[in-house]
């Protein structure tokens, strides 16, 4: 309750300080980013939880890697790792152990972070802000050493080279694509934002996503990209209003799909035990 609270403080106060973005709303760009960003997304981190499957030497479809993580993405709006838990759970269910589905479940988290943090470091230090040098070195040396890190305990855990270089590509992908939708918010909110600007404010999907006790980091991950906006040239109104739509429209297009593969589940479950 007090997430939500802050989260549309948050949204009334950069509203406040840029009245006109509401005024210059661009449907078309909504409508790219629910029908074609978004759903790339979900593609993406259902390859990803396929993956992560078969580092465990488990063989799952591309369909229900997708509701795992459908269903994950809405579960985090719980105050607890929901989606953490739901993967935990399916891969446990496909036969690995709870403390190898949750160490390859963690080590998959900790390469988003590791590269999620280099990308916004490259872009940082591209931008040659003078302010941004010192944080781009942060970033940078957070990226490499949680990589360094990620790929040893990978190694240790399922030491697969082949799996362990797809799912490093398809996190690649995973934080180009959020990067792609914040630009598109930019774009939609008339905000005059670049790709470069979008791409570091992909570290604070990363932060959001790191505290847990807050439902879906909601607020947190808006309010990073706001401390991370004068470090790059960006008001911190734009900033959080752009994260904010990009998680308005996320959560506006799976929950529905969520709900429906909950009902359709609970249907089944009912017609198997008549």
């Known amino acids: 309750m007090i997430a939500a609270l802050g989260f549309i403080l948050g949204i009334v106060l950069s509203y406040r300080a840029q009245p006109e973005v509401f005024s210059n709303l661009n449907p078309g760009i909504l409508l790219l980013l629910a029908s ?49 838990m739901v993967r935990i759970a399916a891969l446990k269910a496909g036969g690995a152990s709870l403390k190898k589905g949750t160490s390859v479940t963690l080590l998959v988290s900790l390469l988003w972070i590791s590269i999620a943090f280099i990308y916004a470091a490259f872009w940082l230090w591209g931008m040659g802000q003078r302010s941004s040098g010192g944080i781009s070195a942060v970033f940078a040396v957070i990226g490499v050493g949680a990589l360094v890190a990620c790929i040893w305990l990978f190694f240790r855990t399922a030491p697969k080279a082949q799996i362990i270089g797809q799912l490093v590509l398809i996190k690649i992908g995973l934080v180009l694509i959020d990067a792609t939708r914040i630009y598109l918010c930019f774009l939609a909110l008339g905000v005059a934002g670049s790709f470069a600007q979008a791409s570091v404010l992909t570290a604070s999907s990363v932060l959001g996503a790191a505290v847990s006790i807050v439902p879906a980091g ?35 297009v799976m929950a529905p799909v969520a709900l429906f593969l909950g009902m359709r589940r609970d249907k089944a479950y009912q017609l198997v035990n008549q």
Do not use: C, D, W, Y
């Open 36 to 84: 074609v960003a978004v759903p790339l997304t979900v593609l993406l981190n259902a390859l990803e939880f396929q993956k992560s499957a078969a580092l465990l030497g488990q063989k799952l479809a591309l369909g229900p890697a997708a509701e795992v993580t459908i269903i994950g993405s809405v579960a985090n709006m719980l105050p607890i790792p929901g989606g953490t």
């Open 218 to 252: 909601l607020g947190i991950r808006e309010g990073a990209a706001a401390l991370l906006a004068p470090f790059i040239a960006l008001a911190a109104a734009s900033a959080f209003l752009a994260t904010s739509l990009n998680r308005i429209v996320g959560l506006a």
